[in-house]
């Protein structure tokens, strides 16, 4: 989608949708006087008749019959803009995107009133606009026939194409491709979205950014000592993957960053095998190694002065003859040992792995992110994500983005006296807890890999699939955790 910014008055513009964003109690404005004068009338007229008031969402929609060098004019209710979190300018983008394809728009005018005062919520309509844009139709007979909105204008008559604005909506396209990334690998059904096709995706991504890229096979993996990866992959036909990326800045970095991701491809429960429904939407279970790989791709990109490493252990965790078995112990590189009582607590198996790693290239920082418990589900629902960390200042960070980017987080307590429910009789840990607080006991887990480094574990399962569609998402993969992370490294 090409993006501009043009000054021009309201009724000089043209386009197939001219959105005019209209604040709750403004019906009578300036701007809406210039429309109504313009379309002889008809406008105030409507207003009255539906009784359109601004409320948030709330919107209007006239055909201007070549009265105005716009095709349509949709008025578009945006509540209290002083107000307004950036979620109403996301929503707004998603909703107008709607709009425009459903009247077969191919092009989209938002116009801006107060230039000084609406600019900074620009690039966050833009974003709304190109998140809703995505579909996954690849599997459909029968496509959306319906043209996507092909340019997007900012206009007005104040509106001033500064270098600020410019860059605000270029990070914008560069960073919304890294979350349809992640949709897209989400939503490929397991069978596709493979270890070894992950680490081809990571590949690709690495060549087309410049990125290095190293992938650990099976032999490798045993050679590294990943044993948890190996001992969750060996009920599998398909083949086990360690995948790395790395951003390099040219010059001195500021930071070291790891991010590490759960990779899990399909998630059966392996012999504690889950049952049926709980197992339909387990393809969801890499969510944490897409948005890894689809930050990568945007930092790639956007060039920050911080060095970047994903890492996203990848494979599925299956039930075969050759699975392993409730009881089974996992001995890891860092001599730590690990009694497997329940082999559908996997994700922690495998990312005890990709945390030692992590920690083994003395980052300054580790995030992780992983559709780790159901227990988190329960406790949060299906939008917010559970945030747990050792250092308060890394929390604060990253809620802070959560919030600017519409990715809610909400931090969870690691809870020491906790530690005795993942103490084990035969081996130093076990993977599962004492059934209360799932959530926390599977965090605990994971802070045994991470040394004193200051971590940041992002607990994704309930927001990293889509049970419906909302105004900028889609039912399925959401690629939750792209934009905040971005956003956080960013500001370092
Ligand atoms: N991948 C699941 C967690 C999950 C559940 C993600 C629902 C998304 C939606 C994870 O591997 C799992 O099975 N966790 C178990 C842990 C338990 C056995 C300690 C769970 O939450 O039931
Ligand atoms: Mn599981
Ligand atoms: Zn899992």
Redesign the pocket.
């Known amino acids: 989608m090409d993006i501009r910014v043009q000054q021009q008055s309201l009724t000089a513009i043209a386009t197939d949708l001219l959105v005019v964003p209209l604040p709750q109690g403004e019906q009578m404005g300036a701007n809406v006087q210039a429309l109504d004068a313009a379309l002889g009338g008809v406008l105030q007229a409507q207003i009255a008749r539906v009784k359109f008031t601004g409320k948030e969402g709330e919107s209007l929609l006239l055909h201007t019959y070549g009265r105005l060098p716009s095709a349509m004019v949709l008025l578009f209710g945006v509540g209290n803009p002083v107000r307004a979190e950036s979620e109403t300018w996301r929503r707004a983008g998603g909703k107008i995107q709607k709009e425009a394809r459903h009247q077969g728009a191919s092009s989209l005018a938002w116009f801006v009133d107060n230039a000084s005062e609406a600019v900074a919520s620009l690039p966050i309509v833009a974003e709304g606009i190109l998140l809703s844009s995505y579909g996954f139709d690849r599997y459909k007979s029968e496509k959306n026939g319906k043209l996507a909105v092909k340019t997007l204008t900012f206009a007005g008559p104040e509106l001033r194409k500064t270098p600020a604005l410019t860059a605000a909506l270029d990070a914008v396209s560069k960073t919304v491709p890294g979350v349809l990334l992640a949709r897209d690998l989400i939503n490929e059904p397991a069978s596709v979205s493979t270890p070894s096709y992950l680490a081809a995706q990571a590949v690709q991504i690495a060549r087309q950014g410049k990125l290095k890229s190293e992938i650990l096979k099976p032999q490798q993996l045993k050679a590294a000592k990943m044993s948890g990866l190996l001992a969750v992959a060996q009920g599998s036909i398909e083949e086990a993957r360690f995948i790395k990326l790395l951003y390099k800045p040219s010059g001195k970095a500021k930071k070291k960053v790891a991010l590490v991701g759960?990779g899990?491809t399909f998630?059966s429960?392996g012999l504690?095998l889950?049952p049926p429904k709980?197992m339909e939407?387990?393809k969801?279970?890499m969510s944490g190694g897409a948005t890894v790989l689809g930050v990568m791709q945007v930092l790639a990109q956007l060039k920050p002065q911080v060095q970047v490493t994903g890492y996203v252990p990848a494979t599925e965790?299956m039930p075969s003859g050759t699975a392993q078995r409730p009881g089974d112990i996992i001995r890891y590189r860092n001599g730590k040992t690990v009694e497997v009582l329940?082999a559908?607590?996997?994700?922690r198996l495998i990312l005890a792995d990709a945390l030692l790693a992590a920690v083994d290239e003395k980052p300054d920082v580790i995030i992780d992110l992983a559709?780790?418990?159901?227990?988190?589900?329960v406790a949060l629902g299906g939008q917010i994500a559970g945030l747990f960390s050792n250092n308060d200042e890394l929390a604060e960070a990253l809620l802070r983005c959560g919030r600017e980017t519409g990715e809610p987080l909400w931090r969870l307590p690691l809870v020491k006296e906790y530690k005795d429910d993942i103490k084990s009789s035969v081996a130093d840990i076990k993977?599962?807890?004492s059934g209360n607080a799932?959530a926390i006991?599977?965090a605990l887990f994971l802070q045994e890999f991470v040394g004193g480094v200051p971590w940041a574990h992002f607990d994704i399962?309930?927001p990293?699939?889509a049970e419906k569609d909302g105004p900028y998402i889609s039912k399925g993969g959401v690629g939750f955790g792209v934009r905040t992370l971005v956003r956080y490294v960013m500001s370092l």
């Open positions: 759960k899990l998630d429960g504690s889950k709980s939407t387990m969801l279970d965790n329940n559908d607590a996997e994700g559709t780790l418990t159901g227990a988190c589900v993977n599962t807890g799932g006991a599977a399962a309930g990293a699939f």
